[in-house]
């Protein structure tokens, strides 16, 4: 990349690692049509170009409708008519191909600004009625870009290459993030996007160096240009110098020996100096992380997100189907327990279904058990799923976002109602069904007295309790700065979780991604935490902190912690006394295990 200017960004880094490759940039608005001048004699081939690619979108939106209304039905379906008339609406077709002889440029960037005109005007009613039809009109539009890309008109490059990329983005939900193999995509980085949104926990899971956050990385960087992604540091590095190259180069061959090391405590327990057990359990997003669970040596899953099986497709996963994959959890784990959390659909996880169903601003509004409660075929159908899988054995079910008592009263009068269903009709049943609450929400934590009295478990989630309790929305790059897991509010809430259950005998976990930070691990294990579910990537790393500490020193540390009223002096301490056990475990392994000492100074400077 000899002569080509290095540009350096910074952003949020939610999953460590190095990569280096070309990138690939995925469409978003502000780079999908660029515009460029089509001479006058070419102009009407140009126009031809465009309307075979309006013909060839029809054809295929035709196509996909037909499939939805004989998959799914055909309410479904309907909207798939709805962008065929669009594809025939005067204004947006003719002004196009009017507009493109005026100011002969080509179709991609005319149809782009016909669309946003019209978008905007629609926009400007305010009416729910044209916001959606809104959508509707930038998907059709989009449809009809790709197919003039893939037509390719000479000024095009070639559809490229997602063999061994970074893919570049505006935004990434977590549905396109779970579709990435780790073969293809080495990293990926986009413009928002924030430290605990499901994208970002989805990359940690599929072990895909990401930052997140960049504001406007999508501005300057193309298809085919080399990248560097340090997701430890959270930069991006667009047309590197043989220089940086070599410097991270190396730094990728220290994070390989890094994990080499810590994988060298897959069986070693997770106990305190002092011989307390720690209990290490893996989070899963994705069947696929079946393996990366076993090879880290989790000792159990503390959360399956089930909302894989409902992403990614335009209907709902059968009883069948669901029964397979969480059977297929349940005996990979060979005896160890699973929490299976019940479906956690809205926020940033949209499903095909949910899309009409949940409202606007969806993290405050019909997601989670909510949307459970108001739709219960779902809900049976799921719950069904997991006492079938779970026969013969314990299943423990999560039920996410709870904000009062009656919605977990009522979840577990359904459980109940099925699993007397089933007896009746002779079908084998778990040897014991718990049920647990996630407290997320800060009712729910400052109600943990009572609703320890409904639960047999509760399981703490951080990433949503840290957005609810501070108003700070968890995928908003702009208030990224203000989530801070650190806030005395949010400690307090945790606080008061764990003493509830201490004094009513139900155990308490943290699922939340605070759990795989070495800082955090040591506070909550110090707050009274015995059990933490995490990315199974950070298990060796938190089991290296545990086995590195007693519990009177990380009760004094809790104890510190508490005592403080600011996110800053609360990151201070924490800093502080991590540093102090790091110093220590370097002194026990200086002289006999140098890669244990790397592992050590990487983990002096956490995320
Ligand atoms: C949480 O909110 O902390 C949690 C574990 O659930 P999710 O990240 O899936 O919302
Ligand atoms: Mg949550």
Not at 97 to 110: G, L, P, Q, T
Not at 224 to 252: C, M, N, T, W
Not at 297 to 315: D, H, M
Not at 347 to 359: V, Y
Request: proline share 5%; with cysteine.
């Amino acid at each position: 990349m000899a002569g080509r200017r290095t540009f350096f960004f910074e952003g949020i880094g939610v999953s460590e690692g190095i990569a280096i490759a070309p990138a690939y940039v995925i469409e978003t608005d502000r780079t999908i049509a660029e515009s460029y001048e089509i001479a006058a004699e070419d102009i009407e081939e140009e126009v031809e170009r465009f309307e075979t690619a309006v013909r060839q979108a029809k054809c295929e939106v035709r196509a996909i409708g037909q499939e939805v209304a004989e998959k799914v039905d055909r309410q479904q379906a309907a909207i798939f008519d709805a962008h065929l008339l669009m594809l025939e609406d005067p204004y947006l077709i003719e002004t196009t191909i009017k507009r493109m002889r005026k100011e002969r440029r080509n179709a991609e960037s005319v149809l782009w600004k016909v669309t946003t005109d019209l978008g905007n005007r629609m926009q400007a009613i305010g009416d729910q009625y044209f916001t959606e039809r809104n959508h509707d009109l930038y998907d059709v539009s989009r449809r009809v870009i790709r197919h003039l890309r893939l037509s390719g008109s000479g000024e095009q490059a070639e559809a490229p290459s997602r063999h061994s990329c970074i893919v570049v983005a505006n935004n990434l939900g977590p549905a396109e993030t779970a579709q990435f193999s780790r073969d293809q995509v080495l990293g990926f980085c986009t413009n928002e996007g924030g430290p605990t949104g499901h994208a970002a926990i989805v990359a940690k899971a599929i072990g895909i160096p990401a930052v997140l956050g960049l504001e406007f990385v999508t501005n300057y960087v193309r298809t085919g240009d080399l990248l560097i992604v340090d997701g430890f540091e959270g930069k991006v590095i667009l047309h590197p110098s043989a220089e940086q190259l070599r410097f991270y180069e190396k730094k990728a061959d220290q994070a390989a020996l890094y994990r080499q090391a810590l994988e060298e405590l897959r069986d070693v327990p997770a106990v305190t100096l002092d011989g307390t057990r720690i209990n290490l359990f893996a989070n899963i997003e994705l069947p696929e992380e079946m393996p990366a669970v076993l090879h880290n040596g989790a000792e159990g899953i503390g959360l399956v997100r089930t909302e894989f099986l409902y992403l990614n497709r335009p209907g709902l996963p059968t009883h069948e189907e669901q029964t397979a994959s969480y059977r297929r959890f349940i005996e990979g784990m060979d005896g160890r327990p699973v929490v299976m959390r019940t479906l956690d659909i809205g926020g940033d996880k949209l499903p095909a279904f949910a899309e009409k169903t949940t409202g606007a601003n969806p993290f405050m509004g019909t997601r989670a058990i909510r949307l459970c409660l108001n739709n219960p075929d779902i809900f049976r159908t799921q719950l069904r799923a997991m006492l079938t899988a779970a026969a013969g054995s314990q299943i423990n079910i999560l039920i996410p976002m709870i904000s009062g008592l009656d919605e977990m009263r009522e979840s577990r009068r359904i459980v109940d109602e099925i699993a007397e269903a089933m007896r009746e009709e002779g079908q084998p049943l778990p040897e014991s069904i718990r049920i647990g609450a996630m407290v997320e929400i800060p009712s729910a934590a400052l109600l943990a007295g009572p609703l320890c009295k409904e639960v047999d478990f509760l399981s703490i989630g951080t990433n949503d309790l840290v957005q609810y309790t501070l108003a700070v929305d968890r995928t908003n790059r702009e208030v990224a700065p203000l989530y801070r897991e650190s806030h005395p509010a949010v400690l307090e809430l945790i606080r008061l979780t764990v003493i509830a259950g201490r004094e009513h005998g139900i155990p308490v976990s943290v699922c939340g991604e605070m759990s795989s930070d070495p800082r955090f691990a040591l506070l909550l294990i110090g707050m009274g935490v015995r059990t933490l579910s995490m990315a199974p990537s950070a298990i060796g790393i938190i089991k290296r902190v545990v086995r590195s500490v007693s519990i009177e020193e990380a009760e004094e540390m809790a104890r510190e912690v508490l005592s403080k009223t600011s996110p800053s002096d609360v990151e201070r301490v924490m800093k502080r006394r991590l540093k102090m056990v790091l110093d220590k475990l370097r002194q026990l392994h200086a002289s006999t295990d140098g890669i244990a000492q790397i592992a050590d100074e990487s983990l002096a400077s956490p995320s």
